[in-house]
């Protein structure tokens, strides 16, 4: 008796283990604000693992790095490599994911042992009672089933809020990229503008030591090149600025980017963006962008939500088969349990679950009113743009033939160096105001390519839970 006791005991003890063998260990991970700083500080653009990334993605060999020109096409790539804001959308993602996997468990069985010792028992009977039940829950009515569905749909959402999130990351690092060639190219153009005008302010010196002109003519050219001066200090500052947003958008230090050259074709604005104003891309866009799937993938996990609350209308079965020793008898048991719904039949939680699915309708139907609003605006605007771009062409066409003609006069001897200087400021300063409407019509196109969400190959590298999250624990 005493040998099948120690074997009894060893058995337990062998399935104790084994279970205890199986369990997760907890792994401490400190997080160091100077590491992770020193991480992010320490990102470059010559990281061998995005060379390997853009090639992936652009499914070419990319041939001496690191790069010396990047354009938007690479810079988006670089962005969806190294910016934070993808990293945390990835890592919600796969909380989603891992909550598809909980829905899926089964309730453990349950042992219960209460040992009891009688202390009156009968002469040559042992004194011990030792009853032991297990309690195995079958759920009923199909709840794991809706669980899990309820959690596919939570992760898709995850997963298409990953993709409307490296939207934002493409749409801010375009913004700042505009802004950075815009300002040097304005940098160039008053330049030009304040040459042109020094060289008036000279001419005009002459005039008045002539006594041709008053001294108010004189004092307005100051005054209009001070001003041109101005402006141009002031986008000599947002030239600066702006690199340090690109760096910004792109998710590196500044220093990241020194000595690159950023490139951003502003000239093709007169035709891009037509293939987006179909009817076809319109509906593509009101039936397949990201936020609009997603939020589809909310209402369906509305749905699952509703049907796992009124599954639990049905009480799950709970079986208890046991074993009692006895006193010296053994005795074997069955016993079945079942919540009885005679105080409720989860109204609550039922009616709590039919408000959110509501609820959820409506979001998706503010969204797709917002998504048909920005559509709209965005086709007006770029229209509006456009078309004040075309007529400022016209303008600087018409002054461009005008200097043209000056110089003809002016070698026939008709004209004076004044004349041909007033006209080529008038072109220089069109210039100026012609960036402008380009500036806006290229934000406009902007504008319009985030309202429609075309996707696009670069795209589907953000899905990528890419060996590049390992690669920066240990690289920059």
């Known amino acids: 008796m005493q040998i099948v006791k120690i074997v009894r005991l060893h058995a337990i003890e062998v399935i104790v283990l ?90 453990n069985p ?16 042992s004194p011990w009672v030792a009853p032991l039940t297990v309690d195995a829950t079958m759920e009923t009515a199909g709840k794991r089933g809706y669980r899990i569905e309820r959690a596919k749909h939570e992760s898709e959402s995850a997963r298409l809020t990953l993709v ?31 040459d042109i005008q020094q060289q008036i302010l000279k001419l005009l010196e002459g005039r008045l030591a002539a006594g041709a002109i008053a001294a108010t003519e004189l004092t307005t050219a100051r005054v ?70 997603a939020a589809l993938a909310d209402y369906a996990a509305s749905q699952s939500a509703l049907q796992l609350e009124i599954a639990k209308q049905y009480p ?30 989860n109204e609550g939680p039922i009616a709590e679950a039919q408000a959110k699915r509501t609820e959820t309708a409506a979001r998706f139907l503010a969204l797709q009113a917002r998504v048909i609003a920005d559509i709209d605006r965005s086709v007006a605007t770029r229209a509006a743009a456009q078309e004040q771009l075309r007529q400022i062409d016209a303008l600087l066409e018409a002054r461009r033939r005008q200097v043209q003609s000056i110089e003809a006069v002016v070698k026939a001897g008709g004209a004076d160096q004044f004349e041909l200087r007033s006209a080529q400021l008038e072109v220089s300063l ?5 960036l402008d409407a380009l500036v806006k019509a290229q934000q406009a196109l902007g504008q319009l390519e985030d309202a429609v969400q075309v996707p696009f190959d670069a795209l589907q590298s953000v899905e990528q839970d890419h060996h590049v999250q390992a690669v920066k624990e240990k690289k920059p």
């Open 316 to 345: 799950d079965v709970h079986l208890g088969p046991g074993y009692e020793y006895d006193q010296g008898a053994h005795k074997w048991g069955l016993g079945v349990g079942v919540e009885l719904p005679v105080l409720n039949r």
């Open 110 to 125: 349950v042992i219960d042992v209460a040992p009891q010792y009688t202390s009156n028992s009968e002469s040559g009977v």
């Open 430 to 434: 069109t210039e100026v105001t012609r």
């Open 164 to 194: 409307t999130q490296a939207w934002q990351v493409r749409s801010r690092l375009r913004a700042r990229l505009l802004d950075y060639t815009a300002a040097h190219r304005r940098v160039v153009l008053l330049q030009n503008v304040r």
């Open 18 to 107: 084994s279970l205890l063998a199986g369990c997760a260990h907890f792994e401490a991970k400190p997080l160091s604000p100077d590491q992770t700083a020193a991480r992010f500080e320490a990102r470059t653009l010559d990281n061998p693992e995005l060379k390997k990334f853009l090639e992936e993605n652009l499914k070419r060999d990319l041939g001496d790095w690191p790069l010396r020109g990047w354009d938007f096409g690479t810079l988006t790539l670089a962005a969806f490599y190294y910016h934070p804001d993808l990293d945390v959308a990835r890592a919600q993602w796969a909380v989603a994911q891992a909550g598809v996997k909980t829905a899926g468990q089964r309730p």
């Open 224 to 293: 209009a090149l001070i001003k041109t001066q101005a402006d141009l200090a002031d986008a000599q500052r947002q030239a600066v600025e702006s690199r340090a947003g690109v760096a910004e958008a792109l998710g590196v230090p500044l220093r990241a980017i020194e000595g690159r050259e950023l490139k951003f074709d502003l000239s093709q604005t007169a035709e891009a963006g037509h293939s987006l104003e179909s009817a076809e891309v319109r509906q593509q866009a009101l039936l397949g962008r990201a936020d609009i799937r």
